[in-house]
């Protein structure tokens, strides 16, 4: 006996949920929004006064020439971060993109 099982997305359906997405993984100019900072507490409330705060939006910047660390735009102000402290900022799940906001666009300053 053979078995098949197939996925596919039919009109409104819902794509499972993918893996949480860290700040590190963005591409430059790509908005995220944060969703946790999974980090010690000392470090997590730093991160936080800068402007790192959960429903906040995110936005890489430059990068230095060796590629770290890179530069976020959050809340008015840049801030620099290695990608080892980038990759502890966890963010929120995004929605399936719309035709008005389709594949590709990302939200720019």
């Known amino acids: 006996m053979m078995q098949m ?3 596919r ?3 409104d359906a819902k794509a499972p949920p993918s893996s949480p997405r ?7 100019g790509e908005a995220g929004i944060i969703d946790h900072l999974d980090l010690p507490e000392d470090i997590a409330r730093r991160l936080m ?3 790192f705060l959960p429903g906040h939006t995110v936005i890489p910047a ?3 020439p060796g590629g770290e660390p890179r530069v976020y735009r959050v809340d008015g102000s840049e801030v620099a971060l290695r990608r080892e402290t980038a990759s502890r900022l966890m ?3 995004t929605p399936i993109a719309s035709p008005a906001n ?3 666009k ?3 300053p």
């Open 5 to 7: 099982s197939v996925n």
């Open 9 to 11: 997305e039919f009109g």
């Open 22 to 28: 860290t700040l590190a993984e963005l591409k430059e």
């Open 49 to 51: 006064e800068l402007g």
């Open 62 to 64: 430059r990068s230095a």
């Open 91 to 93: 963010l929120r799940a």
């Open 102 to 104: 389709g594949p590709g």
């Open 106 to 108: 990302s939200l720019k």
